[in-house]
T-cell receptor, first 115, second 115 residues
């Protein structure tokens, strides 16, 4: 069965420092997509970054980068130069490239940025 | 502006009552989804629909019902059969598979509390 695991329930980081949020996934499929979403206290889900299983380079979007290690089935999110506004829940998710379009989510990591 | 609108934002219900959560999108997306989020947890899929007049059960469909009579609308009914309905409900949509990576676009959520 497909599964996403986020082992860090909560993390602290000092403002302006980098932080890595861990995500491992389990699937027997060869084709899949990996996503990271941010959820502020207001509740909406904000898309951050996407990595396809066949992408050879790690995805980057501004201060966000995805450290994709396919053999280890990990897709860690790296946030550089943390800002106070980065304090939120972060969810890793996986999409199977079948017709269902469904995303499977991990349990999330709560990040708190300290001034 | 294009987006997904969920209403109401907050809803209180007495035990034994059915309640319907509204979800409307003007993004012209084919697929729509309902997720449930419990405190400190990830998102779990309730129902999804890839096309008008068709929908499929997700992982936790018991006690819920949906309809998809129009492309832009995907209401969720929480029935009295749902044993523990107090949760945060998120609606999402996504474009056709060929049009993107499968990113989900989320509404701002509806928080349901059963008294």
């Amino acid at each position: 069965a497909q599964k996403i695991t986020q082992t860090q329930p909560g993390m602290f980081v000092q403002e302006k420092e980098a932080v890595t949020l861990d995500c491992t996934y389990d699937t027997s499929d060869q084709s899949y997509g990996l996503f990271w979403y941010k959820q502020p206290s207001s509740g909406e889900m904000i898309f951050l970054i996407y990595q396809g299983s066949y992408d050879e380079q790690n995805a980057t979007e501004g201060r966000y980068s995805l450290n994709f290690q396919k053999a280890r089935k990990s897709a860690n999110l790296v946030i550089s130069a943390s800002q106070l506004g980065d304090s939120a829940m972060y969810f890793c998710a996986m999409r199977l490239m079948d017709s269902s379009y469904k995303l499977i989510f991990g349990s999330g990591t709560r990040l708190l940025v300290r001034p | 502006d294009g987006g997904i609108t969920q209403s109401p934002k907050y809803l209180f219900r007495k035990e034994g009552q059915n309640v319907t959560l509204s979800c409307e999108q003007n993004l012209n997306h084919d697929a729509m989804y309902w997720y449930r989020q419990d405190p400190g947890q990830g998102l779990r899929l309730i129902y999804y629909s890839q096309i008008v007049n068709d929908f499929q059960k997700g992982d936790i469909a018991e006690g819920y019902s949906v309809s998809r009579e129009k492309k832009e609308s995907f209401p969720l009914t929480v029935t009295s059969a749902q044993k523990n309905p107090t949760a945060f409900y998120l609606c999402a949509s996504s474009p056709n598979y060929e049009e993107g990576d499968g990113e989900l676009f989320f509404g701002e959520g509806s928080r349901l509390t059963v008294l």
